[in-house]
Structures are given as C-alpha cells and as structure tokens.
C-alpha cells in the first residue's frame, strides 16, 4: 500500500524548533518531487516546501525561507522538514505529499495524515 | 505571484444537485490547474489534475475543464459523500498556489 506517516509534531514556544519527518512506504520513493502543505486551523492550504528527487533542487514559500529546511534521505525513504525560529502563524497541520510531476502536469496524488504543529508560550 | 479567486466560497446544495465551482488565474496557467477534495479532518484527496484529467478512482461524475485563466469543477449529481471542501491549485514558475477554497454543504 502506497503511504506517507508524518510524525513530529507538538507544541513548542515561539523562536524555537522542531523537526518533522514523513516516513514513505509502497513506492519508489528516490523517482518522486515530495511537497510540505500546511493548514492553519479553519484556513485554507499553503504549500511550504518543495523537494527535487535527488535533494539537488528546493523551493519555499517567502514566509518560511531562512526559518524552514526541506530534506530527504532517500536510502530511508524519509522526507524531513526542520523548523527553525517558529511564529505562531506557523500552528497548523503539516501534510507530506508526492508530487507527479510531467511535463503536462503538477499535482499531489499521495498526502500524509498530517501532524499538528502548535507554536504557543 | 499568480493569484487564484475560487468561487463561490461556500454553497448549499441538495443530494442529485449539479454543482460548479470555479478558479480564476490572474494570469495564463496553461492548464497546470488542480482539483481536490478535502473532507473534515482528513488530508486532500486528488480529484482532476491538468485541469480536465480524472484521477484514478475518482467517480465519473466529477469533471474539471478550462484553460488560460478559467477553470471549472463539476459535480454532476451530487452523492452525500461529496459534501467537502474543494480546492483548486495551480503551478507556475517555482509557485505552488491554492485557492481558497470551496465548502459545499446541504
């Protein structure tokens, strides 16, 4: 079965850290784009971050650039996003995703069940 | 940035109903749009990618079309299962943008 679990959530006081890992199972994992979208509590979603297969290649949102490091490591078949400097308009639901990419299209076809992230003193 | 107006915001709507949900670029996309559904806490699913491709597992009854800066979401007859939040999303350039979202209830 093709699946993501998240993990690494929790509540941490503003200007801290924390680090989120999304552990991959049931497909290639190296021959995929993998994405972090979040979603504040009652919002919309937000892309944040972008992955290219072999780690070479990144992309962020401007709110998250400087604070957010998208990684993977695919010998573990784990995607990870270390958040540094945390503000509370980063509290919400982080969903790893895989991104199909082609030349004709874009999109997440696999989403994790997100972790919560609450940035709270 | 590219922005993306989705609308209606919200709508009410009966099981059988035909319902249409439209997202507007500010600028040509090409057809580098995206449809998903998100139930209440559960993740987006995929519905339409390149704007008018079915997902796999996806019912026939959903539908996506346009191009350039148009785009729809179709529901043909609406089941109970379909009352969600819908959300369009595009890709330009290095930008991953969603609209703000659909919330079709009964």
């Known amino acids: 079965e093709v699946q993501l679990v998240e993990s690494g959530g929790g509540l941490v006081q503003p200007g801290g850290s924390l680090r989120l890992s999304c552990a991959a199972s049931?497909?290639?994992?190296?021959?995929?784009?993998m994405r972090w979208v979040r979603q504040a509590p009652g919002k919309g979603l937000e892309w944040v971050a972008n992955?290219?297969?072999?780690?070479?290649?990144?992309y962020y949102v401007d709110s998250v650039k400087g604070r957010f490091t998208i990684s993977r490591d695919n010998a573990k078949n784990s995607l990870y996003l270390q958040m540094n400097t945390l503000r509370a308009e980063d509290t919400a639901v982080y969903y790893c995703?895989?991104?199909?990419?082609?030349?004709?299209?874009?999109?997440?076809?696999?989403w994790g069940q997100g972790t919560m992230v609450t940035v709270s003193s | 940035d590219i922005q993306m107006t989705q609308s209606p915001s919200s709508l009410s709507a009966s099981v059988g109903d035909r319902v249409t949900i439209t997202c507007r670029a500010s600028?040509?996309?090409?057809?580098?749009l995206n449809w998903y559904q998100q139930k209440p806490g559960k993740a987006p699913n995929l519905l339409i990618y390149?704007?008018?491709s079915l997902q796999s597992g996806v019912p026939s009854r959903f539908s996506g079309s346009g191009s350039g800066t148009d785009f729809t979401l179709t529901i043909s007859s609406l089941q109970p299962e379909d009352f969600a939040t819908y959300y369009c999303?595009?890709?330009?350039?290095?930008?991953?943008?969603f609209g703000q979202g659909t919330k079709v209830e009964i």
């Open positions: 995703a895989r991104a199909a990419v082609t030349t004709y299209y874009d999109a997440l076809d696999i």
């Open positions: 049931g497909f290639i994992f190296s021959s995929y784009w």
């Open positions: 992955i290219k297969q072999d780690g070479s290649e990144k």
């Open positions: 600028q040509s996309i090409s057809r580098y």
């Open positions: 390149a704007a008018s």
């Open positions: 999303q595009h890709k330009y350039s290095t930008s991953w943008t």
